[in-house]
C-alpha cells in the first residue's frame, strides 16, 4: 500500500475523523456503527476547544446518526427520542436558541416533545398512582413519558408564556410522580 492510499483513508479511530469523514461513515453505516458516531460527534459537540459554530456542525452531525438508528427499528425508539431530544436542549442551552433552525428552537422541540407524548398529564398522574398494580405495558409507557420529559425543566424558561409552555409545565409537575 502506498504511503498516499494510507493518508486518504481515515484513522480506524473514529474520534480522530474530520466532520466530513464522519458524515459520509454516517451515511453508508448501520446499528452500532452509528451509535458510535452519535458518540463521536456528540464528544466533539462538547468540545468547548471548538469554536460555537463547528459546535453546533457536531451537535447536528450526532443528530443525523441518531435518527438514522429509527431508518432500521421497527416503531418509534424511546431512547434515540429522548437522545434527540437532550441534545437539543443542551444546544439550546449551552450555545443558545436559533429559531431560524428546528432543532435549535425551543417551539419547535416544545411542539416535537408534546408529540411524542401520548398521555396527558392528568391522565399519567392518574395511571401513576397505581402503577405497581398496573399491566407492564402501560407501566412502560408511564417510564417513556418519564424519559422524553426530562429536558423540561430547562426547556420551559425558553419559550413564551402559551398553551404549550403551560403543557409542559404541567409535565415537569407530573414527572415526579412518574414511576
Given at each position: 500500500?502506498?504511503?498516499?492510499?494510507?493518508?486518504?483513508?481515515?484513522?480506524?479511530d473514529p474520534s480522530?475523523?474530520?466532520?466530513d469523514?464522519?458524515?459520509?461513515?454516517?451515511?453508508?453505516?448501520?446499528?452500532?456503527?452509528?451509535?458510535?458516531?452519535?458518540?463521536?460527534?456528540?464528544?466533539?459537540?462538547?468540545?468547548?476547544?471548538?469554536?460555537?459554530?463547528?459546535?453546533?456542525?457536531w451537535?447536528?452531525?450526532?443528530?443525523?446518526?441518531?435518527?438514522?438508528?429509527?431508518?432500521?427499528?421497527?416503531?418509534?425508539s424511546?431512547?434515540?427520542?429522548q437522545?434527540?431530544f437532550?441534545?437539543?436542549?443542551?444546544?439550546?442551552?449551552?450555545?443558545?436558541?436559533?429559531?431560524?433552525d428546528?432543532?435549535?428552537?425551543?417551539?419547535?422541540?416544545?411542539?416535537?416533545?408534546?408529540?411524542?407524548?401520548?398521555f396527558t398529564?392528568?391522565?399519567?398522574?392518574?395511571?401513576?398512582?397505581?402503577?405497581?398494580?398496573?399491566?407492564?405495558?402501560?407501566?412502560r409507557?408511564?417510564?417513556?413519558?418519564?424519559?422524553?420529559?426530562?429536558?423540561?425543566?430547562?426547556?420551559?424558561?425558553?419559550?413564551?408564556?402559551?398553551?404549550?409552555?403551560?403543557?409542559?409545565?404541567?409535565?415537569?409537575?407530573?414527572?415526579?410522580?412518574?414511576?
Open positions: 500500500m502506498s504511503s498516499d492510499a494510507c493518508r486518504e483513508e481515515p484513522a480506524r480522530s475523523w474530520t466532520l469523514q464522519l458524515q459520509t461513515f454516517i451515511h453508508a453505516a448501520h446499528s452500532q456503527q452509528l451509535e458510535t458516531a452519535r458518540v463521536v460527534a456528540q464528544g466533539q459537540a462538547y468540545d468547548s476547544s471548538h469554536p460555537q459554530e463547528a459546535r453546533r456542525q451537535a447536528k452531525l450526532s443528530l443525523l446518526a441518531n435518527r438514522r438508528m429509527l431508518d432500521n427499528a421497527e416503531g418509534r424511546t431512547r434515540v427520542e437522545q434527540d437532550m441534545l437539543r436542549m443542551w444546544v439550546i442551552g449551552r450555545l443558545g436558541p436559533d429559531d431560524t428546528p432543532d435549535w428552537s425551543p417551539e419547535a422541540l416544545a411542539s416535537d416533545t408534546l408529540d411524542t407524548l401520548t398529564p392528568s391522565q399519567a398522574v392518574g395511571l401513576a398512582k397505581g402503577w405497581r398494580d398496573l399491566p407492564i405495558d402501560q407501566i409507557e408511564l417510564r417513556r413519558h418519564k424519559n422524553l420529559t426530562a429536558h423540561l425543566e430547562s426547556l420551559v424558561g425558553y419559550l413564551a408564556p402559551g398553551p404549550a409552555r403551560e403543557r409542559l409545565v404541567a409535565w415537569t409537575a407530573t414527572r415526579p410522580f412518574l414511576p
